[in-house]
C-alpha cells in the first residue's frame, strides 16, 4: 500500500443496499425456479454473493455477513460469511453455487464459481440429511396438528434427499430435479398420502446412507484453497 493510501480518511462505509448493488460479485435464481418446479405463481428467489473492500473491516463497525433485499426477495452473503458456511457443507449455500440461473457474474465471480468442487466433501451426507431430519419433524408436528403436512414443505423435503444421494453417488450436486419434477409436483398437490410420502423420505434417507459408504467425495473440504482465494479477493480490493 501507498503511503498515501496510508494516510488517507477512510470514506464513510456504503449502506447495506448500495454494498449490494456495488460490489455483488454472483448473483442466481434459487427456489423453485432453479429446481425446475416452478408454476404459475410461483416466486422469484433471488440470491446472491458481494465482497465488501477490505477497508470496510479495518473500521470497529464491520461490514455485515448478510443483507435482506433491496429487491423483495432477495437475500446476498458477504464472500466470507458464503465461503465459511459452504466449507461446512450448508446445504442453501451449495445450492446456490450450483443455480443454473446465474444473473450477474463478474471475473471474482468466476473464480468463486471455478472452486465448487472445493467446497463439496463428505460433510454433505451429515448436514442434508440433519436439515432433512428437521424438516420432517415439522411435518410430523403438522400432521398431528392439522391432519396433513404442508405439501410444498414435503415436496422440498424430498427434493433435497434426492439431491443429496446424487451428490454421494456422483460426487456432483445437480438442483433441477428433471425427471422427477412430475412425481414431486404431485406431492406439493396432496396427491399422495402422507404415509406414501413418508415412506418415500425414509428409502431416499437410506440411499444417502449406502452411498456415503462409497462416495467418491473427499472427508474435507479443500479450505486452504479456499482460503487462498479469499485472500486474494481482499488484497485485490485495497490495490
Request: charged letters at 25%; glycine letters at 8%; proline letters at 7%.
Amino acid at each position: 500500500m501507498s503511503e498515501a493510501a496510508a494516510g488517507a480518511v477512510l470514506p464513510d462505509p456504503p449502506g447495506p443496499a448500495a454494498l449490494v448493488e456495488r460490489h455483488t460479485v454472483y448473483a442466481c435464481v434459487m427456489g423453485s425456479r432453479a429446481f425446475g418446479l416452478a408454476t404459475e405463481g410461483s416466486d422469484t428467489d433471488l440470491r446472491g454473493v458481494f465482497a465488501a473492500p477490505a477497508p470496510l473491516f479495518w473500521r470497529f463497525e464491520k461490514p455485515p455477513g448478510h443483507v435482506e433485499g433491496p429487491a423483495p426477495e432477495q437475500f446476498s452473503w458477504e464472500i466470507e460469511r458464503f465461503c465459511s458456511l459452504a466449507l461446512r457443507a450448508n446445504p442453501n449455500i451449495l445450492e446456490c453455487l450450483h443455480s443454473p440461473l446465474v444473473t450477474h457474474l463478474d471475473d471474482t465471480g468466476r473464480e468463486l464459481l471455478a472452486l465448487r468442487g472445493a467446497f463439496l466433501s463428505r460433510r454433505v451426507h451429515e448436514t442434508f440429511v440433519g436439515y432433512a431430519r428437521g424438516q420432517h419433524k415439522k411435518l410430523e408436528a403438522d400432521v398431528r396438528r392439522h391432519g396433513a403436512p404442508r405439501w410444498k414443505h414435503a415436496m422440498h423435503l424430498l427434493r433435497l434427499l434426492m439431491s443429496c444421494r446424487d451428490l454421494l453417488r456422483t460426487g456432483r450436486l445437480v438442483v433441477e430435479v428433471g425427471e422427477q419434477r412430475e412425481p414431486l409436483l404431485a406431492v406439493k398437490r396432496g396427491e399422495l398420502s402422507w404415509t406414501e410420502a413418508e415412506k418415500w423420505m425414509h428409502r431416499l434417507t437410506a440411499e444417502a446412507e449406502q452411498a456415503a459408504t462409497r462416495t467418491p467425495l473427499p472427508a474435507q473440504p479443500d479450505t486452504r484453497r479456499v482460503e487462498d482465494f479469499l485472500v486474494g479477493v481482499r488484497r485485490r480490493s485495497v490495490a
